[in-house]
């Protein structure tokens, strides 16, 4: 299976207690959903791991057993993996307002001109909304909120994405944060 045929549902943060508890950084929409998707695999696709999700932990983050880890060792031993699911069973997005993060890693960003700026290279949730990660041919990279009004274009098939950046950021002012 292909790194694009998978998501990213969680990553593992830590291990909780001593009888083998992780904590999970979830990305999905319902975080008590990542493990209603199945078993989830590691980045290397090497570990196919079972979830049940035993409660919340501070800061946003769940709680989860893993079948077969019974001790805080085994699951500090899975702190910092990326945990996937295939694609096929996720929901589907709605219409053009919805988007995995997956999905749009690797689009190529132009502004309303038509002039290149780079492609999207990372994702990120700071809370208070979406942030695009674009970097350009240079390797200057800029954040872009993913906003309607930043972003009025999202072209999956197509391959890109069609910016309005804020005027900060044409005139060179510092980066600028916001949610879409």
């Given at each position: ?20 508890l ?10 008590e ?10 980045e ?24 077969g880890?019974?001790?805080?060792d ?28 997956a ?28 942030v ?30 069609i ?18």
């Amino acid at each position: 299976m292909s790194q694009s045929d998978r998501v990213c549902v969680a990553a593992v943060v830590g291990a909780h207690g001593l009888k083998g508890l992780i904590t999970l950084r979830a990305f999905t929409e319902t975080p008590e959903a990542v493990a209603d998707y199945g078993p989830v695999e590691t980045e290397d696709g090497v570990r196919r791991l079972r979830l049940a999700v035993a409660g919340r932990a501070g800061k946003g983050r769940l709680l989860a057993r893993v079948e077969g880890v019974g001790d805080r060792d085994e699951a500090l031993a899975l702190q910092g993996q990326r945990l996937y699911v295939p694609r096929d069973r996720l929901p589907p997005t709605q219409d053009d307002k919805e988007f995995y993060h997956a999905d749009l890693l690797g689009l190529r960003v132009s502004d309303l001109a038509g002039k290149a700026l780079g492609n999207v290279t990372a994702v990120h949730d700071f809370g208070a909304g979406d942030v695009l990660t674009i970097r350009d041919k240079a390797g200057n990279e800029t954040t872009l909120p993913f906003t309607e009004a930043v972003v009025p274009t999202v072209d999956l098939e197509a391959g890109r994405l069609i910016v309005d950046p804020p005027q900060e950021l044409e005139d060179g002012g510092a980066d600028v944060g916001g949610g879409r």
